[in-house]
């Protein structure tokens, strides 16, 4: 049986990625990853925030609310409670690539341009395998239109690929306008892989502080069904490596983003619960399953029920929505 894939020009042993999490901020618990089976490893992002003195948060974040009252600073995490930064990230790279194996996949988060563009080029010296630019841009002014949120992203993308040669995969909201239009404008800028997709932490409300606070929720099996639909759509509409993130925790839910056409399967949640042990649990899952339903290798499974080749494409159109509200029961 053949478990190999390609992702973002890596050969992979198999196509189970444990995600970015805190878990990899252990080297103990990369060590058990890898003796689990894991191919890769993705890092958590490093803030541009981090990296700039917190100098876009300062700007962004108070210029924002300076008409309504001085505490809204304090909804941006200060400098020290971040656990690694910019120093400490290119050190733990080193750490995890001579402790292991691995292919180190890093990863950046930010909005603006800016000194983390740099960055990119000190993470490929540092020695990671990959780079996972992890976009995150909320649009809370209403003069922004949509065509500059995206433009914003592209810009970033470009900027970065003219700095290093490392693989580039770009980790999507669901919330763009024409999310498959938007990744042939990434691949226009030659990046090398997608991310379906983040998962943005909603605020919560406190009602006896009557505070608006942070608050995190892990993924759950639902969550995949939003990653499987644009997974399904995309898989042959771009020449481009797909990864699934969210929403997945257990064997079946991998094969299901593998059909859908994820040529890589992101597994944060499940870890975090279960430890790190976990992971051989699930592979050995994808494997039983692919035993029993005789595919010798995982490659074959890959965008084997996408939009082109699903023997009904209305499960991905419109006409599945009609067809979904008419078989409701009370």
């Known amino acids: 049986m053949n478990l190999t894939a390609s992702y973002l020009g890596l050969t992979l042993k198999n196509p189970i990625i444990p995600g970015a999490s805190p878990l990899a901020d252990n080297l103990d618990n990369v060590r058990r990853l890898e003796d689990a089976g894991a191919p890769a490893l ?34 941006f995490p200060r400098m020290d409670e971040y656990d690694f930064g910019p120093d400490e990230y290119l050190d733990h790279i080193a750490k995890v690539k001579a402790a292991t194996r691995l292919p180190i996949i890093a990863s950046l988060n930010g909005t603006n341009l800016g000194s983390w563009i740099e960055y990119a080029r000190d993470i490929e010296r540092a020695g990671a395998s990959a780079l996972e630019l992890n976009t995150f841009i909320t649009p809370t002014n209403a003069l922004a239109m949509s065509s500059e949120l995206e433009n914003r992203v592209v810009e970033i993308v470009a900027a970065v690929r003219k700095v290093v040669r490392l693989p580039i995969a770009v980790k999507l909201s669901p919330y763009y306008t024409s999310v498959i239009h938007f990744a042939r404008r990434l691949q226009a800028e030659r990046v090398d892989g997608l991310v379906l997709f983040n998962r943005f932490f909603q605020p919560e409300i406190d009602l006896d502080a009557l505070e608006v606070v942070p608050r995190l929720d892990l993924s759950t099996s639902e969550d995949l069904r939003l990653r499987l639909r644009w997974l399904g759509l995309m898989r042959d509409q771009v020449d481009l490596s797909l990864a699934c993130s969210g929403g997945v925790h257990t064997p079946d839910e991998i094969v299901k983003a593998l059909f859908a056409g994820a040529n890589a399967v992101q597994v944060v949640s499940e870890l975090l619960t279960r430890g790190p042990g976990r992971f051989a649990e699930l592979l050995n899952g994808l494997e039983q399953w692919m035993e029993e339903h005789e595919y010798e290798s995982a490659g074959l499974m890959v965008g084997a029920l996408s939009l082109r080749s699903c023997p009904d494409s209305e499960a991905y159109e419109r006409g599945n929505y009609l067809r979904t509200l008419q078989l409701w029961r009370n």
């Open 42 to 75: 993705v890092l958590r992002s490093l803030f541009a925030e981090q990296i700039e003195g917190n100098q876009i948060a300062v700007d962004r974040h108070i210029t924002r609310w300076q008409d309504t009252f001085a505490e809204a600073t304090s909804f």
